[in-house]
């Protein structure tokens, strides 16, 4: 057993409020009203890869998975946790699956086909996008996914609408044998708000799958078939959509503002703010755009208003359902509210009231009288990537190179930051490793460093790998395994040889896994003892410029993980006699527990965690351990 | 839900800190005192990567029919500041005359340059058209027994205003429900401590304010 097997039990988060009595109204999480509907409904089986703004759903799922007796897995990747989930709804055993926006790309390969098959039980999959990009590399929005794959959208305006489209999707994905998305966005899923729970059906875990290949196959011969009897099926789901009771029209007058989703939540409260007159059309399905329901609500209206968060998805539906009806009206939308960002209730304000000709100004802004410095998000105290950043920084000094550094997705993206700057590109989720494969053929002058996380490289580093060994593409990886997933929550995953619910499952080698697949160098090191860290970095490199491909894991448990649990701890100072203010410390590892003090480096107590490294580092070992 | 028209006003509310303060413990405390008053809220919280050390903001909206979770500059009632600097990154959500609680913690962000005193953070707000409330919530927590306590020193702070819509006995019950006795005992110091600030007119100089 490693270090710690059992460290990454998932932390109980409002277990008491999630297993709630029926009609009682309790604070919820967006991402937990979500699994909460899911378990009203019955699910008996929940896959996911985590991701900001997703992950709760899956955990809040896991804390309650042996209670309930639901089958909850975080997978290696979305596209299997997609796959696993899409397998359970063929059996007939009701199904979730969650991901933030671009997990969704990852998974939509099955995606694509699946509402081709079809399911035999309810199968939700909910995507939990992120506009403005608080944790993510874009802001695609992924109601456009519904309308290129043939996937009813749902979208909630709050945390209750959450719950109830969750339970909702899963039924008519159950009675219509066909799979729903349920779009989120972070100020639902990352919204608390009271919420009322309804009964909870008991789960259905156990499936069966009788032997029906026309059903299931999509050779060509059956696939044609199956998309005929699709287009059929879509027009049946916008009919039904049209009597769902979420969708409905509020007041009247003769603007219509058409609200979806969180659109709804703004609109609301800008009526009543404005006191305007209106007819609001709440949209909780923007895919497809409920037709009866929005034709109705267009009769006698002369301008229309559609607020919605990120794409024009609805705007351009109703477009061109005017254009069929033959009917003009002026329309906004998109050209008054643009298209990133979040929505806030002066957006929508403002736009609202250049519409019905109304004065609006957002009141005088108080300005900060002195401008703060910055604050980005950084490596926590006792990160063990900062001592590998700083052993890779040095490790390229001594030797006289400059490589590129190609990132990842994780907390070790934060290596952009100076004094490391180590992230020279950052596309996706295995990325690094992806894009190093075409440098290393096209930059010959310089190494290419991968750095990937441990996580990460389950997730979709693996393939990338085998392309560089297989086509020679040399490289140096270094897999940054902190034995957990630390950005999205401390997930477990193949690594920590850990499931979901806590109990044990088989522990996949990282290490192993590089040998086995043929790298020409594969060394582990402790990032906290930085010279022999910097010896594996040194020979990897060498490797490296010699043609070959090289896996370096650094492996060091998360710092915050081993605080809390007590197996990293002790503080400390700096002897000011012995220190001789070279402040190597502060400027070569950024710690936030080192600060100046009358021009010496002072440990901050209440900060540190006991790492060491600074001292590691010091010329003059002029840190000590004061307990 | 069922939500009662005591306060027939919505209260906005914006804490600002450093990610790891507790800002989400902080929500989450006035959300469950929300429920057992049966009052409506919505709380918009930053989860993710901005967490790791880095500024963070949690948006609270109290009172019968709140929908929009965000607060647009401007709009807040309430700025509680967790650490010196962010508030000066928070204080552009506040209404005109509207209070900003600021702890006695201050973070600079590591390889930062000319970090302004706290000193001369406070006197410069409080030339601004707010009122300005310092909590000594770091201390508070200290003499509890716990670093950790500051976010209840705060919210005691808060709380202090919005009484008559969230008892004290309420959200102290909470409190120690959720978090222990030494949590409420640092909340209770932090409403005393502010209530008998609030009172006395030193806390602003400004006088536009003054009758507010």
């Known amino acids: ?627 | 839900m069922p939500s009662q028209g005591i306060f027939k006003d919505k209260v906005n509310i914006v804490i600002v800190g450093v990610g790891g303060q507790g800002l989400i413990t902080f929500g989450r405390v006035l959300g469950e005192a929300c429920i057992r008053r049966g009052i409506d809220i919505r709380i918009a919280e930053t989860h993710g990567m901005s967490q790791r050390g880095g500024a963070v903001e949690v948006f609270v909206r109290i009172g019968y029919g709140v929908r929009a979770p965000l607060v647009s500059p401007g709009q807040a009632d309430y700025v509680v500041a967790t650490e010196v600097l962010e508030a000066l990154r928070g204080v552009r959500y506040l209404k005109k005359c509207g209070w900003i609680l600021i702890s006695d913690i201050i973070l600079p962000p590591p390889l930062a340059k000319n970090v302004p005193l706290p000193e001369d953070i406070i006197t410069a707000l409080k030339k601004l058209p707010i009122n300005v409330i310092q909590v000594p919530a770091d201390a508070i927590a200290r003499k509890v027994g716990d670093v950790r306590t500051m976010n209840m020193a705060m919210l005691g702070g808060l709380v202090a205003f919005i009484e008559s819509l969230l008892p004290i006995e309420v959200v102290a019950e909470v409190i120690e429900n959720m978090l222990g006795y030494i949590n409420k005992e640092a909340f209770l110091m932090g409403y005393e401590e502010v209530k008998n600030k609030k009172s006395d007119n030193t806390s602003t100089n400004n006088k536009i304010c003054l009758d507010k």
């Not at chain 1, 710690?4 to 937990?32: A, W, Y």
């Not at chain 1, 034709?295 to 006698?300: C, L, M, N, S």
């Not at chain 1, 910055?374 to 490790?395: D, S």
């Not at chain 1, 915050?560 to 012995?578: C, E, I």
Request: aromatic residues 6%; contains cysteine.
């Open chain 1, 1 to 627: 057993m490693i270090r710690g097997c059992f460290k990454n039990l998932p932390r109980v988060r409002g277990k008491h409020n999630i297993l709630g009595e029926p009609n009682t109204t309790v604070l919820l999480l967006g991402n937990e009203a979500i699994a909460r509907g899911a378990m009203e409904y019955g699910i008996g089986f929940a896959a996911a890869y985590p991701g900001t703004p997703s992950s709760e759903v899956v955990e809040t799922l896991s804390s309650v998975a042996n209670e309930l007796g639901i089958y909850v897995e975080w997978s290696v990747n979305e596209k299997v946790a997609f796959e696993s989930a899409y397998a359970a709804a063929m059996s007939g055993v009701p199904s979730l699956t969650a991901m933030k926006h671009v997990g969704l790309n990852v998974a939509a390969d099955p995606l694509m086909t699946s509402a081709y098959t079809g399911v035999e039980a309810g199968f939700i999959i909910v995507t939990a996008d992120d506009p403005y990009m608080h944790s993510s590399q874009n802001e695609q929005d992924n109601r456009w996914y519904g309308l290129h794959a043939y996937i009813p959208v749902l979208e909630p305006c709050d945390p209750q609408e959450a719950k109830d489209l969750t339970y909702i999707g899963l039924e008519l994905s159950e009675k219509l044998h066909h799979p729903f998305i349920l779009r989120s966005v972070t100020r639902v899923s990352h919204v608390r708000a009271p919420v009322k729970l309804g009964i909870m059906r008991g789960s259905r875990a156990i499936g069966s799958f009788p032997r029906n290949p026309g059903r299931w196959t999509v050779i060509p011969e059956n696939a044609r078939k199956m998309k005929l009897r699709l287009l059929e099926k879509w027009r049946v789901i916008e009919s039904n959509l049209s009597e769902l009771p979420y969708n409905r029209i509020e007041g009247d007058g003769k603007v219509l503002i058409v609200a979806s989703g969180i659109g709804y939540a703004y609109t609301s409260e800008a009526v009543e703010t404005l006191g305007v007159e209106a007819k609001v059309l709440k949209i909780a399905s923007p895919v497809p755009l409920p037709k009866k329901l929005v034709e109705k609500a267009v009769e006698g209206v002369e301008k229309v208003l559609i607020i919605e968060e990120c794409d024009p998805v609805v705007e351009l539906q109703l477009k061109a359902l005017l254009k069929d009806m033959d009917l003009r009206v002026e329309v906004y939308g998109e050209n008054l509210l643009g298209r990133r960002g979040e929505l806030t209730l002066d957006r929508v304000l403002e736009s609202m009231a250049k519409v019905f000709k109304v004065p609006w100004s957002i009141p005088e802004l108080i300005k900060p009288p002195i401008e703060p410095p910055p604050r980005p998000p950084i490596l926590c105290p006792g990160c063990p990537h900062r001592a590998t950043f700083y052993v890779l920084k040095m490790a390229s000094k001594r030797l006289k190179v400059d490589p590129i550094y190609s990132g990842d997705i994780g907390c070790y993206s934060l290596g952009i930051q100076p004094p490391f700057n180590a992230q020279d590109v950052i596309i996706e989720m295995g990325g690094s490793i992806g894009l190093a494969n075409g440098f290393a053929h096209t930059v010959k002058e310089r190494p290419v460093v991968a750095i990937i996380g441990d996580s990460t490289f389950f997730h979709a580093g693996l393939p990338p790998l085998v392309n560089a060994i297989y086509n020679r593409a040399p490289m140096l990886i270094i897999v940054l395994d902190n034995e957990t997933t630390a950005m999205t929550g401390f997930q477990p995953h193949p690594g920590t040889g850990v499931k979901a619910d806590g109990s044990p499952g088989k522990r996949v080698c990282i290490e192993c896994i590089a040998k086995v697949m043929g790298a020409d160098y594969v060394d582990v090191f402790d990032p906290y003892n930085v010279r022999t860290a910097l010896e594996a970095v040194e020979k990897g490199f060498k490797v490296v410029m010699a043609g070959g491909v090289a896996v370096l894991v650094a492996r060091r448990e998360c710092s915050l993980n081993a605080a809390r649990s007590g197996r990293l701890s002790g503080v400390y100072q700096v002897d000011t006699l012995k220190c001789i203010k070279c402040m190597l410390c502060l400027n070569e590892l950024a710690c936030p527990a080192i600060k100046v003090e009358k021009g010496f480096p002072k440990v901050v107590e209440n900060l540190c965690v006991g790492c060491g490294v600074c001292n590691e580092i010091c010329p003059v070992k002029a840190f000590s351990k004061i307990r």
